[in-house]
């Protein structure tokens, strides 16, 4: 009897343990798999100079988290602090300045007058803020779209069309590229035969790459400094992108900043990195398939370049609505007083 007893106990409590056992929203692994932690992120976070955090756009926890490393490189790192995002455009630089550092428009001008994406005021206005409440700076890095539609639609020769004073608003050409990189080459694999997309897919993320990585430099301290940067995962993953980019430009300069990157993926099973993901970056994020999404938006305007215009011309070939009888608009009207 007492065994019987003795069984039923110890069933009852593995089952209870295992109804009570964590479920963890994240773990962070090394570039080799190696389990890891989010102070050792943080430790080796502070002693870099460019901080690359690939993030997934529509991910809850990744923008969590992007807020919680940018406050603790802050506290470590105070003056010597930048923070920069792909979700800004340099044209947009000036309306960021007015509104993060030098306080002189409110925050509901600001998101009126700039270029932010749909799921802004979710995912990066908590980091925007965060830089305003602090005053720290914060750069738009990426190139304004219609640039970045110009060299999906003629290539990198397309840009010679630009006025010379629009080219603060880009890197000096021509840029650094290499096809060969698997972040191009992938792009130009998986569009073949898909003339919507463009001819120059690949041109146009090179050219989103190398002005990233060209105003991060431009915006960091050397030796003492430190940037942290937010970009989609692919744009810095593996090494290539982004980061293959900055490592050209310092080639030309005398400064060896230490660079640090961050990729972010999801899986099903958290307790192992999965080895398709290992060497995509210094620290991989690794988060469940099934995490809440903030808003979801394939991102068609924002991550194709050229294909807001394309939106646009479908949108001029949809058959125009009839006009509505006068009685029909006059009743409509009754609501505007």
């Given amino acids: 009897m007492r065994k019987s007893v003795l069984t039923v106990i110890i069933c009852t409590f593995f089952i209870l343990a295992g109804y009570g056992s964590d ?6 692994y ?86 932010l994406w749909p799921n802004y005021k979710t995912d990066y206005a908590p980091l925007v803020d965060f830089a305003r409440d602090n005053n720290i700076k914060f750069v738009a890095t990426n190139i304004p779209r219609r640039f970045a539609a110009l060299v999906n639609l003629e290539g990198f020769d397309g840009l010679d069309s630009i006025l010379a004073n629009e080219r603060g608003l880009m890197p000096s050409l021509p ?10 080459k992938n792009i130009t694999q998986a569009t073949q035969g898909m003339a919507h997309m463009g ?66 993926v999801e899986q099903n099973d958290l307790d192992e990195l999965e080895k398709i993901n290992e060497g995509k970056a210094d620290f991989i994020i690794v988060i469940p398939s099934d995490m809440t999404k903030t808003f979801r ?8 370049p050229g294909a807001a215009s394309a939106e646009k011309q479908s949108q001029e070939n949809k058959p125009k609505p009839k006009p509505k009888p006068k009685e029909e608009e006059d009743q409509v009207d009754d609501d505007d007083d």
């Fill in 297 to 304: 938006t394939d991102l068609p305007l924002m991550s194709v």
């Fill in 175 to 184: 840029i650094p590229y290499d096809s060969s990189l698997n972040c191009y």
């Fill in 30 to 115: 090394t570039g080799k798999g190696k389990s890891s932690g989010y102070k050792n992120l943080v430790r080796e976070a502070t002693s870099a100079n460019l901080v690359f955090f690939g993030e997934l756009h529509d991910n809850s926890l990744c923008h969590w988290l992007e807020l919680q490393l940018a406050k603790d490189l802050y506290a470590a790192k105070r003056s010597y602090f930048v923070m920069g995002a792909e979700m800004f455009e340099t044209d947009n630089q000036l309306l960021l300045n007015e509104y993060v550092t030098r306080k002189l428009i409110r925050k509901k001008d600001f998101e009126a007058e700039a270029k």
């Fill in 199 to 264: 001819m120059n897919l690949a041109e146009a993320q090179a050219m989103k790459d190398a002005t990233m990585a060209w105003f991060m430099l431009r915006n960091t301290q050397a030796d003492s400094g430190l940037f942290l940067h937010f970009n989609g995962s692919y744009h810095s993953e593996n090494y290539e992108g982004m980061v293959w980019m900055a490592k050209q430009y310092l080639k030309r300069g005398n400064f060896s900043p230490k660079i640090l990157t961050i990729a972010t």
């Fill in 23 to 28: 479920k963890p929203a994240y773990r962070i």
